[in-house]
T-cell receptor, first 113, second 115 residues
Framework: AQSVTQLDSHVSVSEGTPVLLRCNYSSSYSPSLFWYVQHPNKGLQLLLKYTSAATLVKGINGFEAEFKKSETSFHLTKPSAHMSDAAEYFCVVSDNAGNMLTFGGGTRLMVKP | DAGVIQSPRHEVTEMGQEVTLRCKPISGHDYLFWYRQTMMRGLELLIYFNNNVPIDDSGMPEDRFSAKMPNASFSTLKIQPSEPRDSAVYFC?????????????FGQGTRLTVV
């Protein structure tokens, strides 16, 4: 069985300050991990994915995430928030066969001017 | 490719009516997923297909829901009869040859309101 916990349902930051969205997972296998972003009234867009080639994964729009097996975490970070980053972010784990995507509950990021 | 295409984008219907949601996956993708998103329950996987065959429909909430994939380029999700609690955003997603690290590509969703 696999599960994903996003520790914060809402995160609020000021423009230009760092962003940290936390994600912990559990999986019976070596997991595949993803971060998706959903802007209001839009579909989900892939931000980045963990491929096991490197523990620090760089994605689009300046986001990155670090896979820490010992902590079963895959936190999403960005050095400097932009107003356009305001959206909902989903941490996702995939099973060993890659068939089942399990979504976290989502974190709504708000960016204040 | 235009991506995953869903129609309609918005649907408002009366309780008891039949609703059909449509999805065109990315050409060449062999997996197709239907998800439902609500405030209360987040994103839930309803059903997924591999090569047009339903593989896991354990997420389909009840018999009022049915999904078909008559060919590789088209899928439908039908609710009959619809109820107000079915109001949600329904997403279709597709992916290619499911293996480790393969991501799913999502459509824009259909916002369903049952009154």
């Amino acid at each position: 069985a696999q599960s994903v916990t996003q520790l914060d349902s809402h995160v609020s930051v000021s423009e230009g300050t760092p962003v940290l969205l936390r994600c912990n997972y559990s999986s019976s296998y070596s997991p595949s991990l993803f971060w998706y972003v959903q802007h209001p009234n839009k579909g989900l867009q892939l931000l980045l994915k963990y491929t096991s080639a490197a523990t620090l994964v760089k994605g689009i729009n300046g986001f990155e995430a670090e896979f820490k097996k010992s902590e079963t975490s895959f936190h999403l970070t960005k050095p400097s928030a932009h107003m356009s980053d305001a959206a909902e972010y989903f941490c996702v784990v995939s099973d060993n066969a890659g068939n089942m995507l399990t979504f976290g509950g989502g974190t709504r990021l708000m960016v204040k001017p | 490719d235009a991506g995953v295409i869903q129609s309609p984008r918005h649907e408002v219907t009366e309780m008891g009516q039949e609703v059909t949601l449509r999805c065109k996956p990315i050409s060449g993708h062999d997996y197709l997923f239907w998800y439902r998103q609500t405030m209360m329950r987040g994103l839930e996987l309803l059903i997924y297909f591999n090569n047009n065959v339903p593989i896991d429909d354990s997420g389909m909430p009840e018999d009022r829901f049915s999904a078909k994939m008559p060919n590789a380029s088209f899928s439908t999700l039908k609710i009959q009869p619809s109820e107000p609690r079915d109001s949600a955003v329904y997403f279709c997603a597709s992916s290619l040859a499911r293996q480790l690290n393969t991501e799913a590509f999502f459509g824009q969703g259909t916002r369903l309101t049952v009154v």
